[in-house]
């Protein structure tokens, strides 16, 4: 069983940056391939970026991409998805998921385990 907690949600301006963690417990953390989801009000859940298990391969929706960017520590047992040029769109719940599939890090369904979220609001 795995334990994920999110942090360092908040409310920043629009052209601003935040940098979101994931701290994992509970299980072998270099085992997973790692997700960032995100779910705005009345919308779906949606993908934002994955990163597989060594790290050194990350996807990205192209909504985020050049502007957000993963990373994991396998060390430290924590994910990070820095968000840079933050848009009011990009406000919502953001999730961080684990997942023991190599293939098809963008759907929400391969991903076992959840964390509770933190909100990101980005005004104008």
């Known amino acids: 069983q795995v334990q994920l907690v999110e942090s360092g949600g908040g409310l920043v301006q629009a052209g601003g940056s935040l940098r979101l963690s994931c701290a994992a417990s509970?299980?072998?953390?270099?085992?997973?391939?790692m997700g960032w989801f995100r779910q705005a009000p009345g919308k779906e859940r949606e993908f934002v970026a994955a990163i597989r298990r060594s790290g050194g391969s990350t996807y990205y929706a192209d909504s985020v991409k050049g502007r957000f960017t993963i990373s994991r520590d396998n060390a430290k047992n924590t994910v990070y998805l820095q968000m840079n040029s933050l848009k009011p769109e990009d406000t919502a719940v953001y999730y961080c998921?684990?997942?023991?599939?190599?293939?098809?890090?963008?759907?929400?369904?391969?991903?076992?385990?959840w964390g509770q979220g933190t909100q990101v609001t980005v005004s104008s």
């Open positions: 509970g299980g072998t953390f270099s085992s997973y391939t």
């Open positions: 998921a684990a997942s023991l599939f190599n293939d098809k890090p963008d759907l929400g369904p391969l991903y076992r385990y």
